[in-house]
């Protein structure tokens, strides 16, 4: 409250969650935007949608922003918002791990505190003291405060509560989790090692590679590229008369900068899991655990 005074009533705009979704979204010319209650949602998908759409919002650049407005023609505004995220239930809300944006502020006190503590008519006396004064004082202090060494280009600081939100966001244990987990996580995987008789899940997995979207999406969450064959969309692998192929090869992330690297790394791989067939049985390689 004595923040919206500082800036203009007239300055602010409130929305819901699910505005964020609207084409039209006239509330972007502002300079603080509070989107009020971030509840939970049974779709996850729809709570990173809202990260997303919020992410060119929060930081500049983009220094411009495209307004849309009902019966009016597109256009582009200043970037000059910024963006504040109320929620009672906090763990709703979405943040990546690699985020560098979201400030969390949290308070550990429970609601109705002030009864507990026998201070019943604390937010009267806070609400009197904005409005003889208080608010006129909140101002003041912050257009004094000196911003020399503020730098709007540093990560902001991850707090205890941005830690919470972020970790909750986990990717959870599923059938993907599970054979990377008894693969070893390697730097190099084909994709039927994700699928081998003796994996449990592998009904799901093989479900899963039929979806080439479906599967590039899940393997670049737990940290793979899928890269692709240099002649074909198969990649095709010979040993000492045996010949296999496979349509997908996953790398880490990290190693695929150089992709004739990656590419010599998937082609060992794959010849040296040929060697280890049996009975036309691939045997799983046995990966090295890091220490």
């Known amino acids: 409250m004595p923040v919206k005074s500082a800036i203009g009533n007239w300055n602010t705009k409130n929305i819901d969650p699910d505005e964020l979704f609207s084409p039209y979204k006239p509330w972007l010319e502002t300079l603080m935007l509070v989107v009020d209650e971030v509840r939970p949602t049974k779709d996850e998908f729809h709570a990173s949608s809202a990260y997303n759409i919020l992410k060119p919002m929060i930081v500049a650049p983009p220094d411009t922003l495209p307004l849309n407005d ?3 023609k597109l256009r582009h505004i200043i970037n000059r ?3 504040f995220i109320t929620t009672n239930d906090w763990m709703s809300m ?3 791990p690699e985020d560098r944006r979201m400030f969390i502020m949290h308070s550990h006190l429970p609601q109705k505190w002030h009864e507990q503590e026998k201070d019943p008519g604390y937010f009267t006396r806070l609400f009197d003291w904005f409005y003889s004064g208080g608010c006129e004082a909140v101002a003041a202090w912050l257009a004094t ?8 280009k540093a990560q902001v600081t991850r707090t205890s509560g941005w830690g919470a939100v972020a970790a909750s966001w986990g990717e959870p244990e599923d059938a993907i989790c599970w054979a990377l987990d008894h693969l070893g996580n390697p730097d190099v995987l ?3 090692e994700l699928a081998m008789p003796q994996f449990d899940h592998r009904e799901e997995v093989s479900n899963m590679l039929k979806s080439p979207r479906k599967i590039a999406h899940r393997m670049n969450r737990a940290g793979y590229v899928n890269v692709p064959a240099p002649n074909g969309d198969r990649w095709v692998f010979r040993h000492e008369g045996k010949v296999s192929r496979a349509r997908y090869a996953f790398v880490k992330a990290a190693l695929t900068r150089d992709i004739n690297a990656a ?6 791989h794959g010849e040296k899991l040929l060697a280890n067939t049996q009975d036309g049985q691939v045997i799983p ?7």
Not at 285 to 291: A, D, G, M, N
């Open 94 to 96: 979405y943040i990546p």
């Open 263 to 268: 590419v010599a790394m998937v082609k060992a």
């Open 70 to 72: 009902k019966y009016a």
């Open 145 to 152: 405060r000196d911003l020399s060494h503020f730098n709007p």
């Open 190 to 192: 084909l994709g039927q």
């Open 285 to 291: 390689l046995q990966q090295k655990k890091s220490k």
């Open 81 to 83: 918002l910024r963006v």
